[in-house]
């Protein structure tokens, strides 16, 4: 039986990333891509015109499947502070060094592709305002049940907070440790008081 146009889409979307999570968007070439995702090179164009349509589709698959992971773990019954910690300790636990390949994109491919492609990059920023709104959300929701003290606004706290964990992320890969991600923890839980 014939699997389905977007089950090979998304089969080809997520060897892709695993690929490009390790290696970069410019270190992986299409040849490989549909070799591991075991499809036809004419497959791949039935999908994607070209690599950077491609990239783009990529960020998007990344971001709708980040995005509701973000939702379920701001959802429940917790305080505001407690889901915000929740959602940052998990950020520590999944990009650690110890982790398969499939890693955060906007980490990995971020610095990269921001240059070679405007699309990836629109792609990128609308991704992560997103993230940041939804972390501004959290804020706003701890500031209002009091376990968020900071008089700080929830838009540019939210920003701050998210440019930490991003160079925490950076910085453990740089220096092939977690202490990045301690420093950020112990660093969110001080702007939060």
Same mark, same amino acid.
């Given at each position: ?7 090979? *889409? ?72 407690? *889901? ?10 999944? %990009? ?28 990128? *920023? ?36 998210? %440019? ?30």
């Amino acid at each position: 039986m014939k699997k389905p146009a977007l089950d090979t *889409r998304q089969h080809i979307l997520e060897v892709a990333r695993t690929l490009m999570t390790g290696k970069g968007y410019t270190a992986v070439g299409l040849a490989e891509v549909v070799a591991a995702a075991g499809v036809p090179k004419g497959s791949f164009y039935y999908y994607f015109k070209s690599k950077e349509e491609f990239g783009q589709a990529l960020l998007e698959n990344y971001f709708s499947a980040y995005l509701a992971e973000i939702d379920a773990l701001f959802s429940g019954p917790a305080s505001g502070a407690e *889901r915000l910690m929740a959602y940052f300790e998990h950020w520590a636990t999944t %990009q650690g060094l110890d982790l398969p390949v499939d890693k955060c994109l906007v980490v990995k491919l971020g610095p990269e592709v921001c240059d070679l492609s405007e699309g990836m990059r629109q792609v990128l *920023r609308q991704g992560t305002d997103a993230v940041i709104s939804r972390i501004a959300r959290c804020i706003v929701q701890g500031q209002g049940d009091g376990s968020i003290a900071t008089p700080m606004p929830a838009p540019p706290l939210a920003e701050s907070l998210y %440019q930490l964990w991003l160079g925490a992320s950076l910085l453990g890969k740089v220096n092939r440790h977690g202490a990045p991600f301690e420093t950020a923890r112990l660093t969110t839980q001080q702007l939060l008081r």
